[in-house]
């Protein structure tokens, strides 16, 4: 069997934890940001992990090692 390919765009955007969770950035903190409060943007800056529910799927998408 032929190995699965790299997903370009979900390595960009998704990386590991220590303990094997998948972590994402917010989006929305780029565009029309004069719109939006203070505490939203702060918010917007920290890092998520993803539910579990996504994580399976994403893992496949981005190399690591188990």
Do not use: C
Request: overall charge positive.
């Amino acid at each position: 069997m032929p190995k699965q390919k790299t997903h370009s765009g979900s390595k960009k955007r998704f990386w590991l934890t220590g303990t094997g969770k998948v972590k994402r950035t917010h989006s929305g903190k780029n565009h029309k940001a004069d719109t939006k409060n203070r505490k939203r943007k702060r918010t917007l800056r920290t890092n998520v992990l993803v539910s579990d529910t996504q994580s399976g799927t994403i893992k496949k998408m981005i190399p690591y090692e188990k």
